[in-house]
């Protein structure tokens, strides 16, 4: 099965595409842009929301849902919002055969939906904050759609707030993007780079964008989730008022905050190889594959009583398969599951249950060199040791190869060739026209400006214009 699988160095879109197929994640939809999520990959998306989930309500938050439909007057309101999704924008204008009388938009965020509904629900301090979090699916008429990364209609959950101040908003977005980058690093195992957008990056109609960067297996940048202060921008728009303490009539301070299903593809470019995929453990649909190997009915029933005890040891600690198939081979099956990223292998032959032992192969480490002998007796805490183990070398592997290729050049000539081979932390001006100048010269954007910087810009000079700096920013070629 491997060997169907274009190797990464000779074309990385095309072996992306291929281990997503191959590996039964996802396929395309007879509606160009779309993709139908298969059982494995929708598994995968499972696991992302629970660890999500689980996140969102230990800090308070409450899911809710709201319409797919609406109202083209609603997305008018605020007229930056409209005019950054304007082009993206799916128009329903006829529904049971008839003309609509105001034409409704298919979902593509739902600030629009959300905020008239916060007017309503809203009226005094006493009602505040309102932490609300829907799992939806959302439509954007995307040009140019890749399988996860960017597709006409995709998966995700967006976060709503409204608070009573300035400072408890930003409070907020900024705790979801800590959210976020613990989501990823710990669970996801991918570096992320925690910063917020410039000026022309930004989430149309929002004060502030916050976002975690992280690097992709061919060095290029993919924005993995934002947090916006929406300051009350939204909140004009849509009248969201409440009476204060003091009896006076306010305006609320919004943020909206969303992780997609391009998570699943973060993980497909940040872990696997030419093998195919390589899962983190505390996302992977299946983190032990159990294989029991075979020639005959006296050696299966011996193996497969063996198996039984495996799995009893195994209990409900893990989330373990037993593959029996009968109709493929050992070598297929080991394909197969290499392909499908399994982080550990379990191989059971007739030597294995003479010698009252398994043999445990991590999908992280080539070869014999991943390949050990474990007693039967020690499967259980060995097995949690091991998954740990790879879940941390996972996040440090792809921590390395980030350094690797993130440079701090000093003049432009180092910052072109910079951008060609991963990230470049560069001092800008901060100006927008200087900005573009380095989109179009380069293929770079800008993907923020880090919260950590690593050298204050007193005394500095912009990476292009060699103006006055304001800060480092992170440019990299981008999905």
């Not at 007879?30 to 996140?55: F, H, S």
């Not at 909206?256 to 497909?268: D, F, K, L």
Request: with cysteine; hydrophobic share 40%.
């Amino acid at each position: 099965m491997a060997e169907a699988i274009t190797p990464r160095s000779q074309d990385f879109a095309q072996w992306y595409t291929d281990v997503i197929q191959r590996a039964e994640l996802a396929d395309y939809a007879p509606v160009r842009g779309c993709m139908v999520i298969r059982p494995y990959g929708y598994t995968l998306w499972e696991n992302i929301q629970k660890a999500l989930d689980r996140r969102f309500k230990e800090t308070g938050h409450q899911n809710a849902y709201f319409p797919l439909f609406i109202p083209y007057s609603f997305i008018q309101k605020e007229a930056e919002h409209v005019e950054g999704f304007s082009p993206q924008l799916a128009v329903v204008t006829h529904g049971g055969g008839e003309k609509l009388e105001e034409p409704l938009i298919v979902r593509p965020t739902s600030e629009a939906i959300i905020g008239h509904l916060y007017s309503k629900w809203i009226k005094s301090y006493r009602d505040l904050p309102v932490l609300i979090n829907q799992w939806c699916n959302v439509v954007r008429w995307e040009m140019r759609t890749r399988l996860f990364l960017r597709t006409t209609e995709f998966l995700w959950q967006e976060g709503h707030t409204a608070h009573a101040t300035y400072e408890e908003a930003e409070e907020e977005a900024r705790l979801i993007l800590d959210l976020y980058a613990d989501f990823a690093e710990n669970e996801a195992a991918i570096p992320v780079v925690k910063g917020y957008k410039s000026e022309s990056e930004k989430f149309p109609g929002a004060l502030v964008s916050y976002t975690i960067e992280g690097m992709m297996g061919d060095r290029r940048a993919l924005q993995m989730g934002t947090s916006h202060n929406l300051g009350q921008n939204f909140a004009r728009a849509f009248d969201i008022q409440y009476l204060d303490r003091s009896n006076q009539l306010q305006y609320c301070w919004t943020t909206s905050w969303g992780v997609s299903t391009r998570m699943v593809g973060a993980i497909i470019m940040t872990h696997g190889d030419d093998q195919g995929l390589i899962l983190p453990p505390r996302l992977a649909p299946i983190q032990v594959i159990i294989i029991p190997i075979y020639k005959n009915e006296e050696e299966k029933a011996q193996v497969m009583e063996a198996t039984d005890r495996v799995k009893a040891a195994l209990g409900s600690s893990v989330r373990w398969h037993v593959d029996d198939r009968e109709a493929y081979t050992v070598g297929w099956k080991f394909n197969e599951w290499e392909l499908r990223g399994v982080p550990l292998r379990i191989e059971l032959g007739p030597r294995d249950v003479a010698n009252k032992q398994v043999i445990v192969a991590r999908r992280d480490l080539p070869g014999k060199e991943g390949k050990q002998a474990i007693p039967e007796t020690a499967l259980p805490q060995v097995v949690d040791t091991l998954l740990a183990e790879i879940q941390a070398h996972l996040f440090q592997k792809a921590f390395q190869f980030r350094e690797a290729h993130t440079q701090q050049p000093i003049d432009y000539t180092a910052f072109k060739a910079a951008v060609e081979n991963g990230f470049a932390l560069a001092f800008w001006c901060g100006d927008a026209a200087c900005e573009k100048a380095i989109q179009e010269e380069t293929r770079a954007t800008n993907r923020c400006i880090p919260l950590a910087q690593t050298a204050e810009a007193r005394g500095r000079t912009c990476i292009r214009c060699g103006q006055p700096a304001k800060e480092q920013a992170v440019f990299a070629r981008a999905y």
